[in-house]
């Protein structure tokens, strides 16, 4: 005789409550072994249900307030060792995958980021051809929440965008750093007196129409001997520009007016929106400051980042300290700057190194002040990102994804790295599943509000649809679909672990916090075999022996 629904369903429950779920690898933790590059210079780990292939971090130091919430880490790993290649990437706090792109379709990829546009958040990132040089061409992309491609967006004019700026502002617009090939007496630093340039400027444009608001371009401004980069070739003709300046960041203020970070200036200017004009200068050869900090305030030097805080009076940025084949420290630093512009005077007033490790970074990286006061750092040519006390300047969370031993090789770079919350990703895409032997193995790529996972099993894989009802979730049209295991979603890949199944189809089905179901898999096929089968219904049958045939116990 068959067993009941019933019975079946609670054998299910009952075999299958001790089975664990697993999870992603666990991430290395303050491993010697990673350190030394045992594991190899990009440790990762491989899923079942997916090509993807996610990160393994090696976490060196870790606190409640830099892992607590739900904030997620946006990143773009490049470099020649990152498997399977350069792309957008969001991780947990813990270094777990939550979602990246498969295959490479826009290129080189970065500066993932949430930004804000007409009260939606949208994922946005630089895509496009890094070699061109040393800042790129391409396009900007939005992202919707579902992950869905809906707007690519061009620099004006007959230039490409490049890589190291797309900032939206308050009104609507968006900040875009450009490069254009201008003519410059190249002459005072050895150069030919007709020489070429790249020109480093940028581009505020409306976000609706695409129309250019306002455009500046150093070479109207600054002369090649403003630069600090020495001068060895190039600069001949326009197929071979020289670049002098290079502008990094662009950041706006409440007065309209803008604040521009160039690497090879070492200078911070800030920039009338009215006229184009420089007001002032912090750091470099123009520097207008008076420095109360000794000289530390303005004596940063290949610098990234630079963005406004306190309303004005203050100023961050990523001090690299290090370019190319020049190492001006033992490591790079996060600095905060106050700026009395009135009185004209820079002081110091937080730095921000690794105690754990001297890392120098000869390019790339970012700082970013977190609402809480938390400062993170992005080390850009290093894969590393550290998050410090705002206040006291110690480490909380230092997070590697590549060996300290190759830091400073390149092998694993994010020119950014940004952390960020309240981003809700729903993809327009199910939940995918593997079944391998008695498991199965779910994920959901880019899926960030799933909280628990329910295993169901069918005899008939036409059956759908998701609806509560006494005994769980169950088909629309009938009890077709049944509970066998809830278990929490723990990594970006969970393996339930079912045992022996009574039915041969499984679906899994993502829920929230709140018990919603927010998507169902597609049915999958169990392949336990006859002679197991047979050997679980008699299993059940002994299970289900009424008391008094069970050894050791008596009816009352």
Not at 296 to 320: E, V
Request: hydrophobic residues 35%; contains cysteine.
């Amino acid at each position: 005789m068959p067993l009941l629904p019933s019975v079946r369903r609670a054998l299910s429950s009952l075999l299958l409550l001790a089975a664990a779920a697993h999870a992603d690898l666990i991430p290395y933790i303050a491993d010697e072994a990673y350190d030394r590059g045992d594991f190899g210079p990009y440790p990762y780990q491989e899923y079942q249900t997916s090509p993807l292939k996610g990160p393994r971090v090696n976490i060196v130091a870790t606190n409640d307030s830099c892992t607590s919430g739900d904030d997620l880490i946006f990143l773009n790993p490049r470099g020649k060792q990152v498997v399977p290649g350069p792309n957008p990437m969001i991780l947990d706090q813990a270094g777990n995958l939550i979602w990246t792109l498969d295959g490479k379709p826009y290129g080189e990829t970065y500066n993932l980021n949430v930004q804000e546009w007409n009260g939606e958040q949208y994922l946005t990132f630089w895509g496009g051809d890094d070699t061109v040089g040393g800042h790129g061409q391409g396009y900007y992309y939005m992202f919707d929440s579902s992950y869905t491609q809906v707007r690519q967006i061009s620099a004006v004019g007959p230039i490409k965008g490049d890589l190291h700026e797309f900032r939206f502002t308050p009104n609507g617009t968006a900040l875009l750093s450009v490069y254009e090939i201008t003519p410059m007496d190249l002459s005072p630093i050895g150069g030919p007196e007709a020489g070429w340039v790249w020109d480093g400027a940028f581009q505020e444009i409306d976000l609706a129409t695409g129309n250019l608001l306002f455009s500046w371009r150093s070479s109207d401004h600054y002369a090649a001997n403003d630069t600090y980069q020495r001068y060895t070739s190039g600069g001949t003709s326009a197929s071979s520009p020289w670049d002098y300046y290079h502008i990094n960041s662009v950041d706006k203020d409440a007065l309209g007016n803008y604040l521009v970070s160039a690497r090879y200036t070492h200078s911070v200017t800030y920039i009338s929106g009215r006229t184009g004009d420089v007001l002032w200068q912090l750091g470099g050869k123009r520097n207008d400051f008076v420095d109360l900090s000794d000289g530390r305030a303005t004596n940063f030097a290949w610098q990234h980042d630079a963005r406004w805080r306190d309303a004005g009076a203050a100023i961050t940025l990523f001090d690299n300290r290090a370019a190319s084949g020049v190492y001006d420290a033992p490591e790079s630093r996060g600095v905060r700057i106050a700026v009395d512009q009135v009185a004209m005077t820079a002081t110091l007033t937080h730095e921000y190194t690794n105690p754990n490790a001297d890392i120098v970074s000869s390019s790339q990286g970012s700082m970013q002040v977190l609402p809480n006061g938390n400062v993170l750092l992005g080390y850009g040519y290093n894969g590393v990102y550290v998050e410090y006390d705002g206040a006291s300047g110690s480490v909380l969370c230092d997070t590697r994804l590549e060996p300290a031993v190759l830091f400073e090789s390149g092998d694993v770079q994010s020119y950014r790295v940004l952390k960020a919350s309240g981003w809700v990703g729903r993809p327009n895409t199910n939940p995918a599943i593997k079944v391998e032997g008695s498991s199965v193995y779910v994920s959901w790529n880019g899926a960030t509000e799933v909280h628990r996972w329910v295993l169901q099993d069918a005899d008939y894989a036409e059956m759908d649809g998701a609806e509560s009802g006494e005994d769980g979730w169950e088909d629309e049209v009938g009890e077709a679909w049944h509970n066998v295991q809830t278990v929490e979603r723990a990594g970006f890949e969970t393996e339930l672990r079912f045992g022996v199944s009574t039915r041969r189809y499984v679906r899994v089905l993502a829920l929230d916090r709140e018990g919603r179901v927010l998507g169902a898999s597609e049915p999958g096929g169990t392949t336990i075999d006859d002679e197991i089968r047979n050997s679980v219904s008699r299993q059940t049958r002994l299970f289900f022996l009424p008391p008094f045939f069970v050894v050791g116990f008596s009816p009352c």
